[in-house]
């Protein structure tokens, strides 16, 4: 009977400690401007005055108008990165088998024909 009770005393002390920890989760949201998605290629520009973003694909079509800033696809991805004034985006066009690069900044909009590759950072 006294393993019974310990067994009881136990499972009620780790399910009240495992729910108190539950809750202290805090749901983060983004601030930033523009940010980019290493692993899609996407970018993400905030609509003004508002905590939403619209999400444009590596070639710059627009696929979604309004993205809450805390939404998980944006708060709690780690392929998101915040893009400041001084990183650049790297273009790529293929012409004829040759390949074309450009280098724009994040503030520049997206070129016709061309597909996002690589955010790039300056390392100052």
Known sequence: MNKLTAVIIIALILGFTSHSFAGDKKQSALTGIFYYDIATGHKYIQNPGTN???EYSQ????????ILNTAPLLATNK???KMKRDHYLLYQK???QRKELMVLSAEQKHPNGW??????????
């Open 115 to 124: 597909v996002c590759k690589k955010l790039l950072v300056t390392m100052n």
């Open 79 to 81: 392929y998101i990165r």
């Open 59 to 66: 070639r710059g079509k627009l696929l979604r108008d309004e």
């Open 52 to 54: 939403t973003y619209r």
């Open 94 to 96: 293929v012409n004829y």
